[in-house]
Each structure stands twice: as structure tokens, then as C-alpha cells.
């Protein structure tokens, strides 16, 4: 319940510090595209439940729904100003409004797409399944697209196995860290 309360409050207030930055990144896209400048994605939550997360749309409307690094050359996929949004993390911005649904959490294992058998597979064994999915995890501040998939499921059934308040607040701290260095993004 702490942990909830936790998503709640800090969502709210990250929304309200960052909504003028994200009606920026709505007006640009609307400007540069045609297509919506919100992207639903279908993933994976809790317990396998498939839910929407939403994302700033960074690609075109005809890119195949995989995980970009599964994809021969991603970059012809890229609108104008996706590359610089996933660069530095602000195409993740609507998942704010996930973490206040309950969708997600700040901290968890990062939502697996629907499509993503293997993942959906290894973690269901382990028991990662049960746990709410994150904006960001351990994985993700220990590799992001670097990591193959069971190394990733390793990182996330660490988590399931230490998560705590102070853990937590080291994943996201990390992860601020990691988002000004651009480390571990490769598309």
C-alpha cells in the first residue's frame, strides 16, 4: 500500500512538473506528423494481463509492433523527432498516467509487449508475473536494450526477491543517472 501511495504522489507531481514539456512534445509531433502523438502499445502487466501503456509516438504508423531491437533497421521507422525523444527518455513521459491508473508502477520489471512469448515465458516461471511492471526496473539501469532476455529475467527476479522502499529509490535514482547519460538506449 506505501508502494501505491508512493506512485501516486510522485506521479501527480511529476505531471504537473513536466505537463508543460509534454504539451511541447504533443504540439511538435502533431506538427511534424499526421498521426497521433500518443502511441497505445499492448503489454504485458500483472499476472500476464494484457493492459495499454501509453508513449509519445516516436515511429511511423506502419512500424511492426516488435521490440525495436528485434528490428533489421528500426531508424527508417523513426518520425523527424523520435530518435531525439528516446534518446533522452521523454517518449516514456505518458506512462505517468499508467502509474496513476495502476497499470504501473515507478519500479517493477519493464512491461514485456504482447508479443513477447519468451519474456512472457521466462518471467511467468520465475514468479515476475506477479509483480506490478515499471516505467523503469532493475534491468533497466543495469543494461536497458543491452541485455539478452535471460539476463534481463535474472535482474528482474532479483528484484522480485530484495524490493523495498530503499531499493526502489536506488532503481529510480539510477535511472536518472543513466537517462542524462544516455546509457543502454540504442534506437
Do not use: C
Not at 6 to 25: K, Q, R
Not at 90 to 105: A, C, I, T, W, Y
Not at 133 to 148: F, H, I, K, M, S
Amino acid at each position: 500500500m506505501a508502494k501505491r501511495i508512493f506512485d501516486l504522489v510522485l506521479a501527480l507531481v511529476l505531471i504537473v512538473l513536466f505537463s508543460i514539456l509534454m504539451l511541447a512534445v504533443v504540439v511538435l509531433i502533431k506538427l511534424m506528423f499526421k498521426g497521433p502523438a500518443i502511441f497505445w502499445t499492448d503489454r504485458v502487466g500483472v499476472n500476464n494481463v494484457i493492459f495499454k501503456m501509453a508513449k509519445f509516438r516516436t515511429m511511423k504508423l506502419d512500424t511492426p509492433q516488435l521490440a525495436t531491437h528485434l528490428m533489421e533497421n528500426p531508424e527508417i521507422y523513426l518520425i523527424p523527432l523520435g530518435a531525439f525523444l528516446r534518446r533522452y527518455s521523454l517518449d516514456e513521459l505518458p506512462q505517468l498516467f499508467n502509474v496513476l491508473k495502476g497499470d504501473m508502477s515507478f519500479v517493477g520489471p519493464r512491461p514485456a509487449l504482447f508479443n513477447q512469448d519468451d519474456l512472457v515465458e521466462l518471467r511467468t516461471k520465475k514468479n515476475i508475473h506477479t509483480l506490478v511492471p515499471g516505467v523503469t526496473g532493475w534491468a533497466q539501469v543495469n543494461g536497458r536494450d543491452d541485455l539478452p532476455i535471460p539476463v534481463k529475467v535474472s535482474f528482474d527476479e532479483y528484484y522480485l526477491n530484495h524490493r523495498s522502499f530503499v531499493f526502489d529509490l536506488r532503481i529510480i535514482f539510477l535511472t536518472a543517472v543513466k537517462v542524462i547519460k544516455k546509457e543502454g538506449i540504442q534506437h
